[in-house]
């Protein structure tokens, strides 16, 4: 019984330090924080789902080193957001890339071999970050299962042109400054000074989106 008055005494300091330990989230400021796209509207149709998507180019040394973080962020999403990786089609060699990208997604093998074509871009140099050949591709995407001429096939159907094409308009509508880029509902362009910034403030932009506070 006489220990009790001490251990109230510690709980009483230890609170206002725990306090200090845990501040409140920092309200988002626009302009700061994330822009407003002036012709809003999603990269695909939301469908009750809140849409995240990376304009990204393979080319794009930024984008390499977000890789990393960045799927580790998009594999915690709850079930109710959507990841949607954009290549970006900017036109000249990143054109090449972004019709690579919409070839293996449309093969199935774009989730699997995402990080691995960084690496051969960036890393072990076995991809040529500028004219990059049909052949070259096929090559590549062989060691995922895919025969070269069914994915050099894929790489000039109408599916991965009508994609590419998409792609195209959606990073002149929304505008986007360079790569890489995240877009909440096609609404806010994410701003940041580094990647662990724009990850937490997607992450804050998707709350409110979800609890309609997003204005």
Not at 36 to 50: E, S
Not at 92 to 114: F, I, M, P
Not at 117 to 138: C, I, R, W, Y
């Amino acid at each position: 019984m006489k220990l009790f008055p001490r251990l109230l005494l510690s709980l009483l300091v230890l609170l206002p330090l725990a306090a200090m330990a845990a501040p409140a989230a920092v309200p988002l400021v626009e302009g700061r924080d994330y822009e407003r796209i002036a012709q809003a509207g999603p990269f695909q149709p939301l469908a009750g789902k809140i849409e995240v998507v990376e304009v990204f180019g393979y080319t794009c040394p930024h984008c390499a080193h977000f890789e990393p973080q960045l799927a580790a962020w998009a594999a915690k999403l709850p079930a109710d957001v959507r990841f949607t990786p954009v290549p970006a089609a900017f036109g000249g060699h990143w054109d090449a890339w972004a019709r690579a990208y919409y070839a293996a997604d449309q093969l199935g093998v774009a989730k699997r071999s995402h990080a691995a074509v960084f690496k051969a871009l960036h890393e072990a140099g076995t991809l040529p970050m500028q004219n990059v050949s049909p052949d070259e591709l096929a090559t590549f995407y062989k060691d995922y299962g895919v025969a070269p001429a069914r994915y050099i096939e894929a790489l000039r159907s109408d599916a991965v042109q009508q994609k590419f094409d998409a792609a195209r308009a959606f990073a002149l509508r929304t505008k986007v400054p360079g790569t890489p880029a995240l877009i909440i509902n096609g609404q806010y362009l994410v701003r940041g000074n580094s990647f662990d910034e724009q990850l937490r403030i997607a992450s804050a932009l998707i709350e409110q989106a979800r609890s309609g506070k997003a204005r």
